[in-house]
């Protein structure tokens, strides 16, 4: 199975700044990466899509990059809605296993 | 419009039986694929397992094979996600998501179901 890792787990970040999360498979996946975000008590959501394509709706301040087995996550100019948990999620096999979480928060 | 909505909060014993559902509309049902999600208290998302209503054809991921199963209903539109013997383990909120036509990128998703097991 394919396994997925974040880094950080964590960060404190203020409105304004740029923020970056990483996150990496255990086996090349091309570009089937997806990103969602989770605000407490709230269904994730979906924000990025085959590793850099936005969803529909999404804020263009949130952009995705990678392929092969490492990608990124970054938030341009953090906004307080944005304060949040961040998973990737491999979209390469039927299994589509999260990777443990990038929880976002005010510093 | 796209909804999936799922049924409500339960609390149950250890050793109890327990189905809860998800409502598919606003789309052709038969057509995509439904997945069951796990958040347990603090914790991150884990894929469960997944169904296309249309053959219900159903998968599971390895840690949760034998575990549960699910289902779904066609002419109700409903999926659903069941246990034979809940243990205090299984308290967790859990979400249903359609998938997109491949199945594997979720970008609707039902409002959670909290599933609580003590005695």
């Known amino acids: 199975d394919i396994q997925m890792t974040q880094s950080p787990s964590s960060l404190s970040a203020s409105v304004g700044d740029r923020v970056t999360i990483t996150c990496r498979a255990s086996?090349?996946?091309?570009?089937?990466l997806n990103w969602y975000q989770q605000k407490p008590g709230k269904a994730p959501q979906l924000l990025i899509y085959?590793?850099?394509s936005l969803q529909s709706g999404v804020p263009s301040r949130f952009s995705g990059s990678g392929s092969g087995t490492d990608f990124t996550l970054t938030i341009s100019s953090l906004h307080p809605e944005d304060f949040a948990t961040y998973y990737c999620?491999?979209?390469?096999?039927?299994?589509?296993?999260f990777g443990p979480g990038t929880k976002v928060d005010i510093k | 419009e796209v909804q999936l909505v799922q049924s409500g909060t339960e609390v149950k014993e250890p050793g109890e039986s327990l189905k809860i559902s998800c409502k598919g509309s606003?789309?052709?049902?038969?057509?995509?694929?439904i997945v069951w999600v796990r958040q347990m208290p603090g914790k991150g998302l884990e894929w469960m397992g997944i169904?296309?209503?249309?053959?219900?054809?159903?998968r599971y991921s390895p840690s949760f094979q034998g575990q549960v199963t699910i289902s779904a209903d066609k002419s109700t539109t409903t999926a659903y996600l069941q246990w034979s013997s809940l243990k205090a383990s299984d308290t967790a909120m859990y979400y249903c998501?359609?998938?997109?036509?491949?199945?594997?990128?979720?970008?609707?998703w039902g409002q959670g179901t909290l599933v609580t097991v003590s005695s």
């Open positions: 606003g789309y052709s049902f038969t057509s995509y694929w």
């Open positions: 998501a359609r998938g997109d036509r491949t199945g594997t990128t979720y970008n609707y």
């Open positions: 086996q090349s996946i091309s570009s089937s």
């Open positions: 085959a590793a850099s």
């Open positions: 999620q491999q979209s390469y096999s039927t299994f589509g296993a």
């Open positions: 169904i296309y209503p249309g053959d219900s054809d159903t």
